[in-house]
Antibody, heavy 118, light 106 residues
Framework: VQLVESGGGLVQPGGSLRLSCAAS????????MRWVRQAPGKGLEWVSV???????YYTESVKDRFTISRDNSKNTVYLQMNSLRLEDTALYYC?????????????WGQGTLVTVSS | AIQLTQSPSSLSASVGDRVTITCRTS??????LAWYQQKPGKAPKLLIY???TLETGVPSRFSGSASGTDFALTISGLQPEDSATYYC????????FGPGTKVDLK
């Protein structure tokens, strides 16, 4: 059971990035899949979720800018990030929601670093 | 906004010590809580879920408990590899994380 994120990098304010989270050992469409970020030296912040039925939710600060999606054929979850801001700089983790209640994430990727800077 | 507070923010203890970290919700929610361990440069690792259930493979020296809206993570017999930052996590509308408690070895 593994998650591998990719797609991070350096981007200017206002730019876009698409993060990928490739899963192995389980089927992403059978779980709630979440993105969690951690700014440098800071704590954890939930960003977004995609449910098994395709419903999506976002933390307030990224609504209308970020879009979570899933490709079942590739067993991969994505996070499209547009209109990036300096405060979006963080290590972005993909995580599996163990309970489907949002209160326990049992599988995490290694993270992919997003740096927003001019 | 709902906040999780953790205390202490950091602590230093010796090998073999019993260490307790507490987590409290700002609005008194008593719903299930999880605990994670994060070492530098690594992803968080789930230790405890449903307040007191040990995740598979986690050493039994870790335990979770609750008293009303106060939650606790206890390490009974601190080991060198337990040096890390510990986060609590609760779902109240959306997932919330505590600010973390850094545990160092003396």
């Amino acid at each position: 059971v593994q998650l591998v994120e990719s797609g991070g990098g350096l981007v200017q304010p206002g730019g876009s990035l698409r993060l990928s989270c490739a899963a192995s050992g389980f089927t992403v469409s059978s779980y709630y899949m979440r993105w969690v970020r951690q700014a440098p030296g800071k704590g954890l912040e939930w960003v977004s979720v995609i449910y098994g039925d395709g419903r999506t939710y976002y933390t307030e600060s990224v609504k209308d800018r970020f879009t979570i999606s899933r490709d079942n054929s590739k067993n991969t979850v994505y996070l499209q990030m547009n209109s990036l801001r300096l405060e979006d700089t963080a290590l972005y983790y993909c995580a599996r929601d163990k309970s489907a209640r949002g209160d326990a994430f049992d599988v995490w990727g290694q993270g992919t670093l997003v740096t927003v800077s001019s | 906004a709902i906040q999780l507070t953790q205390s202490p923010s950091s602590l230093s203890a010796s090998v073999g010590d019993r260490v307790t970290i507490t987590c409290r919700t700002s609005q008194g929610f008593s719903s299930a809580l999880a605990w994670y361990q994060q070492k530098p440069g690594k992803a968080p690792k789930l230790l405890i879920y449903d307040t007191s259930t040990l995740e598979t493979g986690v050493p039994s020296r870790f335990s979770g408990s609750a008293s009303g809206t106060d939650f606790a993570l206890t390490i009974s017999g601190l080991q060198p590899e337990d040096s890390a930052t510990y986060y609590c996590h609760q779902f109240t509308g959306y997932p919330h994380f505590g600010p973390g408690t850094k545990v160092d070895l003396k």
